[in-house]
C-alpha cells in the first residue's frame, strides 16, 4: 500500500511549536509506532478555535471558523512522521485518533518535548486537558497496531478480557 504524507513545509505548528521537535520525539519512541500499519494517523488540534467543547455532543461539528493547525502524526515507510496542516475540521479530519489540547496542554507538551513528552500527553488526558475522540472501531485500531501506543498513554482500548 503506498502511503502519500502530507506535504508540510510549516516549520512551525501555532501552540505546538517546532515540528523538529515533535519529530525527534516521535523517533525517540519509535518502538511504539513499528506494528502501526502505513496510513495509520494522529491527529493533535488545539481547542481554541476547534468548535470542540468538552461536554459537548460532536456529530456534525462545523469548526467555529478559525484558521488553525492540526499536528498530524502519518506511519509511513516504516516510521512516524510528523506533519502540520490546515484542520478541516471534526468530520473531516481523516486521522484514527484525534487530540483535542487546551492551551495549559499545548504549553505542557512543548516543555515536555526533550523528555518524557508521552507521559505528559498520558497526565493531561488524565487531568481532562486533552480531549481524546477515536474515530475508527476497536478491532481496527488492533488491526493497525495501535495496542502498545495506547497502552502507553493509558487508554487500554482492549479491555482487561482478550
Not at 502530507?6 to 517546532?18: H, N, Q
Not at 499545548?106 to 486533552?130: E, H, V
Amino acid at each position: 500500500m503506498q502511503v502519500e504524507l502530507d506535504e508540510m513545509p510549516v516549520a512551525e505548528a501555532p501552540g505546538f511549536g517546532e515540528r523538529a521537535a515533535w519529530q525527534a520525539m516521535l523517533d525517540r519512541h519509535a518502538e511504539l509506532f513499528t506494528d502501526m500499519t502505513p496510513g495509520s494517523s494522529v491527529g493533535f488540534v488545539p481547542r481554541t478555535g476547534s468548535g470542540i467543547q468538552p461536554g459537548k455532543h460532536v456529530a456534525g461539528l462545523v469548526g467555529d471558523g478559525a484558521d488553525i493547525e492540526m499536528m498530524k502524526w502519518t506511519v509511513g515507510d516504516g516510521v512516524m512522521r510528523c506533519g502540520v496542516q490546515p484542520y478541516p475540521g471534526f468530520q473531516d479530519a481523516k486521522v484514527d485518533l484525534l487530540f483535542v489540547a487546551d492551551d495549559v496542554a499545548l504549553l505542557t507538551m512543548r516543555a515536555a518535548l526533550d523528555g518524557d513528552t508521552l507521559s505528559s500527553i498520558k497526565r493531561l488526558i488524565r487531568q481532562g486537558s486533552i480531549m481524546f475522540f477515536v474515530l475508527r472501531t476497536k478491532f481496527e485500531l488492533q488491526d493497525a497496531g495501535y495496542e502498545e501506543f495506547l497502552d502507553t498513554l493509558g487508554l487500554a482500548f482492549l479491555g482487561a478480557c482478550r
